[in-house]
Nanobody
Framework: QVQLVESGGGLAQAGGSLRLSCAASGRIFSINVMGWYRQAPGKQRELVASIMDSGITNYANFAKGRFNISRDNDKNAVYLQMNSLKPEDTAVYYC????????????????WGKGTLVTVSS
């Protein structure tokens, strides 16, 4: 089975930085898209950033200029460098992957990590 595990969350001060990591493991054939989503208390989950296997990235407006997403295909990992953090960035951040498993190649399937909490204090 496929597993996504996030790490790097924690407490940061406003203006500070955090680097989130996510590693995918299991019987993975290929990973098309990896990304980060977040969900703040009382709000819906929203896209933070995503990156395709080609390297093309997509950022939410609030992340542009502050966050950077990257991936290491050899490690099946994706990273989110968060700079200039704001209190409103406080949320649970979830790793997402659209991938094909070794036993099912036809379509991409959506996998999620359990999330890592990011708290930004003012």
């Amino acid at each position: 089975q496929v597993q996504l595990v996030e790490s790097g969350g924690g407490l940061a001060q406003a203006g500070g930085s955090l680097r989130l990591s996510c590693a995918a493991s299991g019987r993975i054939f290929s990973i098309n898209v990896m990304g980060w989503y977040r969900q703040a208390p009382g709000k819906q989950r929203e896209l933070v950033a995503s990156i395709m296997d080609s390297g093309i990235t997509n950022y939410a407006n609030f992340a542009k200029g502050r966050f950077n997403i990257s991936r290491d295909n050899d490690k099946n990992a994706v990273y989110l460098q968060m700079n200039s953090l704001k209190p409103e960035d406080t949320a649970v951040y979830y790793c997402n992957a659209q991938l094909k498993t070794e036993w099912f190649h036809r379509d991409d399937m959506d996998y999620w990590g359990k999330g890592t909490l990011v708290t930004v204090s003012s």
